[in-house]
């Protein structure tokens, strides 16, 4: 049996200028595909509503998957959600610097595209809740659905929205609201 080398955030910032970006899994290096066009479109939709709640009301910071929260350590983890929500007073004083952000966002969106497998989904929400994040949503642009998965409500189990379903920020993100049909108004029946 030979032996695994974990690596390290510190590791996968000395990379040469990747053409993809990475997540770190317990250590694990795993490229991240670029997305199709109804993954970006339905993001996108997605970050421009957040937005205008987050940034009206001075609620916190947004990111992009270009961005990686560092998780846990030895061995390290770092995952780049889709949307991810930072509320105003957990982001660091005096304000961002140029690393990666060492602590769980309040709110991680993952949109599924076909080739997103159920079992490592699964994982990756279950990773994401047991690390800190408040809130996953699991986007489906095929169903059209957003699945709600949340800490405080992790024995009563997941949300799932249809299309004629309204989103809703919940403790996380008080007030803010969405018609799920919004975010797929861009994609062919």
């Not at 770092?78 to 602590?103: H, K, M, S, T």
């Amino acid at each position: 049996m030979g032996s695994k080398t974990l690596l390290t955030v510190d590791d996968l910032l000395r990379l040469p200028e990747p053409d993809l970006p990475h997540e770190l899994r317990r250590g694990v290096l795993r490229l991240v595909t670029p997305a199709i066009s109804a993954h970006g479109a339905v993001s996108a939709r997605l970050l421009v509503a957040l937005g205008q709640h987050v940034f009206t009301h001075g609620l916190g910071a947004l990111f992009t998957a270009e961005a990686g929260f560092v998780l846990e350590r030895d061995p390290d983890t770092l995952l780049c959600p889709d949307v991810a929500f930072v509320a105003r007073e957990r982001l660091p004083a005096g304000g961002l610097e140029p690393r990666f952000l060492e602590l769980p966002p309040d709110l991680a969106v993952e949109v599924l595209t076909p080739s997103s497998r159920p079992g490592e989904m699964r994982v990756k929400v279950a990773d994401y809740l047991r690390l800190g994040v408040r809130a996953v949503w699991v986007v489906d642009p095929a169903r059209r659905t957003v699945c709600i998965h949340s800490r405080a409500r992790r024995r009563a189990g997941a949300v799932l929205l249809a299309e004629d379903g309204l989103l809703d920020g919940g403790e996380v993100l008080p007030g803010f609201r969405c018609r799920v049909a919004e975010l797929f108004s861009d994609l062919r029946r």
